[in-house]
């Protein structure tokens, strides 16, 4: 569900973020161009890989889409950078559009939205090579029962696109009549953040919950913005914003989604594909913030934690690995049968989770069924 914003008098960037990788564009001497950007945001929450997110879905169930599907972004930002002296501009400009003057020359350039709160940008040498990562966090007791886990928030929602090369060009002469040269581009921004709705059906003991979170290991750790690329960092995304329904806990968790993973469609791989990354240099197993690599032990385990009425903390896990790969970057996880009994939950207690409780109460391995 795309929305087309203009971003007006952007004198720049480039037709390749409208999918070339070379074109040239042309100043005068002395006169400013204005580059028409047509941004069209590519509002989606999920790509479909193997499954498709409404086969999984009943639409009866109730959902507020709000949580789900990202909202149009408040600003974004233009990073540019010279081909042969590699000298960088960043430009931070409002969704609404701004001016821009780059001076005649080969230039790389990257576009995402500035307006994030817990993504960590961060590069090398190249525009390229710019990654996104989300800020890491530690949650009592979850953290200290997994001490071997990287865990982080949620990133927020992050689109991107990018040129590898155009041109701008000087002109000799204008155009008789001419002054000033308008150039339009259509800029396509596309997610590099997705959602899994997590659904949790209980057959008994619901009405004991207070309270649920939990947290979605074996997830991307980084992004690379210009390729859209996934690396091999694994991290475990905490999340608190579950709510207590009718039939149990529901909840919406944004990632990069899986590890290794490239979205961009080609004809051998339309819906995108897994890769393995070539020469990568990483002694002890370790990338990035030390960070565990991804590899064919990774797991993804779904935790939900419910705080009953009884004072106490239930867990469960569930082991979603296979519906994971099957849906690399965004879905619908559905988890039945699980229960509470009343010894577990019966009580007064009206509170939610406590700092610093160190007693999970029980903990129960689920089977997801498929």
Not at 158 to 174: A, K, M, N
Not at 240 to 264: H, K, T
């Amino acid at each position: 569900m795309g929305k087309k914003v203009i971003l007006y008098s952007l004198l720049l960037m480039l037709q390749a973020l409208a999918g070339c990788k070379h074109k040239d564009l042309y100043m005068g001497h002395d006169s400013s161009s204005t580059l028409i950007l047509q941004v069209n945001w590519h509002l989606e929450w999920n790509i479909e890989y193997l499954i498709d997110w409404e086969t999984e879905w009943n639409p009866e169930w109730i959902m507020d889409w709000s949580k789900v599907t990202p909202p149009e972004p408040e600003g974004v930002r233009l990073v540019t950078e010279t081909r042969e002296e590699g000298y960088r501009q960043i430009f931070n400009l409002p969704s609404g559009g701004g001016r821009v003057t780059l001076q005649p020359g080969v230039y790389t350039a990257l576009l995402h939205n500035n307006d994030t709160e817990y993504i960590v940008f961060e590069t090398e040498d190249l525009v390229s090579t710019l990654t996104a990562t989300t800020r890491s966090r530690s949650r009592s007791p979850y953290s200290e029962n997994n001490p071997a886990e990287s865990t982080v928030n949620p990133p927020d929602y992050l689109f991107s696109s990018y040129s590898e090369e155009f041109h701008i060009r000087e002109l000799e002469e204008w155009e008789d009549g001419e002054e000033e040269r308008i150039i339009e581009i259509d800029v396509a921004m596309h997610p590099v953040v997705f959602s899994y709705i997590i659904r949790c059906e209980f057959e008994d003991g619901k009405e004991y919950i207070n309270e649920a979170r939990g947290a979605l290991s074996g997830m991307a750790g980084t992004v690379n913005l210009s390729n859209r690329r996934t690396l091999d960092d694994v991290v475990t995304v905490l999340y608190e914003d579950a709510e207590v329904s009718d039939y149990g806990v529901e909840a919406v968790v944004r990632s990069f989604g899986l590890c290794n993973f490239d979205p961009v469609p080609t004809d051998e791989h339309p819906n995108g594909h897994y890769y393995t990354p070539d020469g990568v240099e990483n002694p002890g197993n370790l990338l990035q913030n030390g960070r565990p690599r991804a590899d064919e032990q990774t797991r993804n385990i779904l935790t939900l934690e419910v705080a009953l009425k009884s004072g106490q903390t239930k867990t469960f896990e569930v082991d979603v690995t296979d519906r994971m790969r099957e849906q690399p970057r965004g879905g619908v996880l559905l988890i039945k049968g699980l229960t509470v009994t009343p010894e577990e939950g019966e009580g007064n207690h009206s509170g939610g989770f406590e700092v610093g409780v160190n007693d999970w109460g029980n903990s129960e391995e689920v089977e997801l069924p498929l």
